[in-house]
């Protein structure tokens, strides 16, 4: 069996205007988020599963708001809830796109770091067309927006060298491991 082992990225969110009080309370409502659904992985993981296996966009819908509706469930309480939806829709996103998010960091200069683990070139597409699409730009916004009492416009991004280093990484013999 061949299996690809993972590489973690970083994915830079900019806020217009800064919020860094707000950045850093929401890197920390993402770790406390990351640390509270490790309890649901598994239930999610079949789901995910489900929904890979079917065709059928209905069935898909249903295994999609499924998964949302276990993050939701387990956010109860650890995430402020006015944030609630928009850490259940980013949990439910990657997860239907192999893109695990590690953690976050709020770091002065670069707002909101936001570390990802991709383990196939299809995850790390997935993940740039998040970024190109404004996808995870729009979803930041509204988190920094709401803790913010402002409108906030937040700006993701993958560095292309970071890019780069991923995709090389994933297609070449040394992101592989190999068992017999």
Request: hydrophobic share 40%; proline share 3%; charged share 20%.
């Amino acid at each position: 069996m061949c299996n690809v082992a993972g590489i973690t990225v970083a994915i830079h969110i900019h806020s217009n205007p800064p919020v860094g009080n707000m950045e850093e309370i929401l890197t920390g409502t993402i770790n406390a988020m990351l640390s509270a659904v490790k309890k649901c992985a598994p239930s999610v993981e079949q789901l995910v599963q489900q929904y890979k296996q079917t065709s059928v966009d209905s069935e898909k819908s249903r295994f999609k708001e499924r998964i949302r509706k276990r993050y939701r469930k387990a956010l109860k309480g650890v995430t402020p809830r006015k944030l609630l939806p928009y850490h259940a829709d980013l949990l439910t996103v990657t997860a239907l796109t192999d893109i695990k998010v590690n953690c976050a960091a709020h770091i002065i200069d670069c707002s909101i770091v936001l570390y990802c683990e991709v383990n196939t070139v299809e995850a790390l597409l997935d993940l740039q067309q998040m970024i190109d699409s404004g996808e995870l730009s729009e979803l930041f916004s509204r988190m920094l927006s709401l803790l913010a009492n402002t409108d906030v416009t937040a700006t993701a991004s993958l560095s292309p060298q970071e890019h780069m280093t991923a995709l090389t990484f994933l297609t070449s013999a040394a992101g592989k491991t190999h068992f017999y």
